[in-house]
């Protein structure tokens, strides 16, 4: 089964989300963007897939910061704001 890999990265002074080349944005916030591409992956998890949220801030190393199947990870719990 492949993994869908929301990335969340910010280009042209705003925050996007990319999914295989297909851009979602902008975003005002790196929040709004992170829920926005959680509630996404969420999506994907729930019709039994692969997903994962993967954040590129400037200047640092790409991270996970939600993947399906971990308890661990932050669920999306407010409307994001665009």
Same mark, same amino acid.
């Given at each position: 089964? =492949? =993994? ?7 280009? &042209?002074? &705003? ?30 998890? +729930?019709?039994?897939? &692969?997903?994962?949220? &993967?954040?590129?801030?400037?200047? +640092? +190393? ?9 308890? =661990?990870?932050?669920?999306? =719990? ?5």
């Amino acid at each position: 089964m =492949t =993994t869908a890999y929301f990335i969340v990265l910010f280009a &042209r002074e &705003r925050w996007w989300i990319d999914l295989n080349g297909a851009s979602k944005g902008p975003f005002l916030t790196q929040d709004a963007a992170e829920h926005e591409a959680i509630s996404l992956a969420n999506s994907h998890a +729930r019709q039994g897939k &692969r997903a994962e949220v &993967r954040l590129a801030e400037p200047g +640092r +190393r790409t991270r996970v910061i939600w993947q399906n199947g971990d308890p =661990t990870q932050r669920q999306p =719990t407010a409307p994001a704001a665009r």
